[in-house]
């Protein structure tokens, strides 16, 4: 189904509510101002424009414009999806990863059909094969492209979390606390799940000489850890604003 731009509460409700008629619902939450949705966005759309997700209704709602919406998610970072049906959340999912998103839906939509036909289950294990033949594939990433990948990753937004886990479920104590501090200085911030790709986990460390992680970064600068940001605000409280504008 084509791709909807929600302009206000009153439409976001008639949209999941009344004129749902069961259908599966993608709720993708962005910000113009984070690089990471732009590829997102074209993603969506084409996801949208599938002859497959006919009966599934997409929805694109701006979290700064509609702030509304996005807290009765907790929206705290985007890209952000929620998938739902009769008004239940099936799940969330942050980040910007298009083959979670994928296999997440996919996931919904196998479950909503319940036994489904074995066309359906057939198609999704094929799209799985190609998927896994995709990655078989794919060339050894060189030092320079990994270098060149890891400068886009850290000025995707201008504050950037690389983390272990997503906003919405941290996997590290230190991770969470970083989190909640920048929750309670309402900094907007991108995020990057390290666990997901080794390859970002362990060139982080070299790229910013720092071993561990939560890593913060501002503009692209390395600010530090969760110990280091601590220090920064107990001397510095306007220390996001200042960093930010430098």
Not at 130 to 139: I, T
Not at 165 to 187: A, D, M, T, W, Y
Not at 205 to 222: A, C, H, M, R, V
Request: overall charge negative; aromatic content about 8%.
């Amino acid at each position: 189904m084509p791709l909807i731009n929600i302009v206000d509460q009153d439409q976001f409700s008639r949209l999941t509510t009344t004129e749902a008629n069961g259908k599966i619902v993608v709720l993708y939450f962005y910000a113009t101002w984070a690089e990471p949705c732009k590829a997102i966005n074209d993603v969506v759309k084409a996801l949208s424009d599938e002859p497959t997700n006919h009966n599934v209704q997409f929805l694109s709602i701006d979290a700064d414009e509609h702030s509304e919406i996005a807290e009765l998610f907790n929206v705290s970072a985007v890209p952000f999806f929620v998938i739902i049906q009769n008004e239940t959340v099936l799940k969330e999912l942050s980040g910007a990863d298009p083959k979670e998103f994928v296999s997440a839906l996919n996931e919904c939509k196998t479950a909503a059909l319940g036994a489904g036909s074995s066309s359906t289950s057939a198609a999704l294990n094929d799209e799985a094969r190609v998927s896994d033949d995709e990655d078989e594939d794919e060339e050894e990433e060189t030092e320079e492209e990994l270098l060149e990948r890891l400068t886009k990753l850290t000025q995707a937004a201008p504050v950037m979390l690389f983390m272990k886990g997503s906003p919405s479920e941290p996997k590290c104590g230190f991770s969470r606390q970083i989190v909640g501090i920048l929750r309670e200085h309402q900094v907007r911030f991108g995020f990057f799940d390290i666990l997901k790709d080794d390859s970002v986990r362990q060139g982080l460390k070299k790229f910013s000489d720092w071993p561990t992680f939560p890593q913060l970064y501002i503009n692209g600068e390395f600010q530090g850890g969760l110990d280091i940001i601590k220090e920064s605000l107990e001397e510095d409280s306007e220390f996001f604003q200042n960093a930010l504008q430098s």
